[in-house]
């Protein structure tokens, strides 16, 4: 057993676990670290460097309120400059001692006697033990190539979006790309400039709206830097200018029409070819999958080098794609923009709770937690971007926020009034997922369309059936009579030390 004890261990150092970091400290809570297998911080905007990368929601609003930055360039910020934020962040509020690089944490298990858990590290033959986990690993952290027929015959080269070959020149050659979600969007107009040739092999198309990007001119920052409130001014109008979209994405209501009427308006306007328009006209109502926000993929694909597929892919082949009318697309290198592997049944990494129960078990039908934050028989375990917290139309940093807030306060009354266990009740947990489930039945996201947000047999463990506002408010609180407390037993304790090699 490892004498090594702090008071939070978070794992994951991305946006969710340094922003944890962050509320902890400006708490007075010092004795955390924060495990990360990668070895540099940044998360899921350290990993994703393909040309193009960018943020779809505005960079003000993509941002912690607690860390204002006056000098965003764009309306809507790269992902090299999103990752300068969080690297600034992380600088400025002195994280760097409480980082350890290289830990990946493959199981976490609660040792009830005792409040603690023990969290294993791989090539680690010691736990760390810890009275709280902050499982902030992030649902965008995990990639592989999918599931088609022929992958492994294909002798070209392989590339995964969250994955970049900058190694690999794409001058001159043929290039497939598989999928046309909300990473596609943005690589297929930076391969189509420089690849010989581009196919895109689309399932089904999205609903497309104008992202308007405009730089941020030196009066602009200068004015934020100087008169921080105005830069509060302009982050609660955008995000008010957001909540009004909910009207239309999160239900079918006739303000979707105007979504759909503003989507198709888009279509119009840069497709000119009725029947490249009829492929990319969707089939089902907007939201009801991530809504794609670009001005230059429909460009891209009009472009004399571009082709849209829409046959379905039968199998890969080794010299490329063949589809279901029999043909096969010779490629020198295949693309997958295929997305991540959400953890929508199941754990990211195992983990056993009070009385030896299995999450992942208790999960495998679709994951569900109280509060997106917590899970009963799981003590002192919070999660970030936890079940049914994923915003259709917000940023989702404003959700994270709200969860954050409320874990820093759950494991400040564990700190200061020593508590063993910290568990929330089953019948909380049970009345409010029932609830969720209810309110999602009336959402676009149930409306019949196939999307990541649903399990295979339709359950929604992902999205939040509601406005940002309200999500935000049911967690302004930490209500101990929604948790079994359970003091610990002070003679008992091991002394507890802040340091983690």
């Known amino acids: 057993m490892s004498n090594k004890t702090v008071d939070v261990a978070i794992i ?73 934020y969080i690297e600034t962040m992380a600088a400025e509020f002195g994280l760097g001692p409480h980082f350890r690089f290289g830990h990946n944490v493959s199981g976490i298990a609660f040792d009830e006697a005792a409040g603690l858990w023990e969290i294993t590290i791989d090539g680690r033959s010691e736990a760390v033990r810890a009275r709280a986990v902050v499982l902030a690993s992030g649902p965008l952290a995990n990639v592989s190539f999918p599931n088609i027929r022929g992958i492994e015959d294909y002798a070209g ?53 104008p992202r308007v990007n405009r730089r941020t001119n030196a009066v602009t920052k200068e004015l ?95 010299n490329g794609i063949r589809t279901a009318e029999g043909i096969e697309h010779q490629a020198d290198c295949i693309v997958f923009a295929t997305g991540f592997d959400v953890s929508k049944t199941g754990t990211p990494i195992p983990v056993v709770g009070r009385d030896g129960r299995v999450l992942a078990d208790e999960w495998s039908r679709g994951a569900y937690a109280y509060k997106s934050v917590a899970v009963s028989g799981y003590p002192n375990l919070f999660f970030t971007f936890g079940p049914n917290s994923g915003p259709g139309h917000n940023s989702a940093l404003v ?45 676009t996201w149930n409306s019949g369309c196939r999307s990541w947000y649903l399990t295979e047999d339709g359950f929604n463990a992902t999205m939040y059936p509601g406005f940002a506002t309200q999500y935000v408010n049911q967690l302004r609180t930490v209500d101990l009579a929604d948790y079994t407390v359970v003091a610990a037993d002070r003679n008992a304790r091991k002394p507890r030390i802040a340091a983690v090699s």
């Open 157 to 209: 080269h392989k590339i995964h979006s969250a994955r970049w070959d900058h190694d690999y020149d794409f001058t001159g050659k043929k290039v497939a790309v598989v999928g046309t979600g909300a990473s596609a969007v943005q690589i297929i107009p930076e391969l189509v400039d420089k690849a010989a040739s581009v196919k895109v092999f689309q399932r089904t198309p999205g609903w497309v709206l």
């Open 12 to 84: 994951g150092g991305g946006f969710a676990g340094i922003g944890s970091a962050i509320r902890l400290k400006q708490q007075g809570i010092d004795s955390f670290a924060i495990f990360e297998r990668g070895d540099a911080i940044g998360g899921t905007w350290r990993d994703n460097t393909y040309p193009g990368a960018a943020c779809d929601i505005p960079s003000r609003l993509y941002s912690y309120s607690f860390a204002p930055n006056p000098d965003w360039s764009h309306t809507y910020s790269g992902s090299n400059e999103i990752l300068g």
């Open 224 to 318: 934020y830097r100087r008169v921080p409130a105005a830069e509060q001014l302009a982050r609660q109008a955008w995000f008010y200018g957001h909540e009004s979209v909910a009207l239309g994405v999160v239900w079918n209501t006739p303000l979707t029409r105007v979504v759909e009427l503003v989507g198709r308006a888009q279509l119009r306007r840069q497709v000119k070819d009725p029947w490249l328009r009829r492929q990319l006209t969707p089939d089902f109502r907007a939201g009801c999958k991530r809504l794609l926000m670009t001005d230059d993929y429909y460009p891209a694909l009009q472009r004399d080098n571009c082709k849209l597929i829409t046959w379905p892919i039968a199998r890969l082949s080794e």
């Open 399 to 443: 959700y994270m926020e709200a969860q954050i807030d409320y874990l820093v306060s759950a494991i400040g009354a564990i700190l200061e009034q020593d508590l063993r266990i910290l568990d929330v009740r089953k019948d909380r947990q049970d009345r409010y997922n029932a609830g969720m489930q209810r309110r999602l039945t009336g959402t």
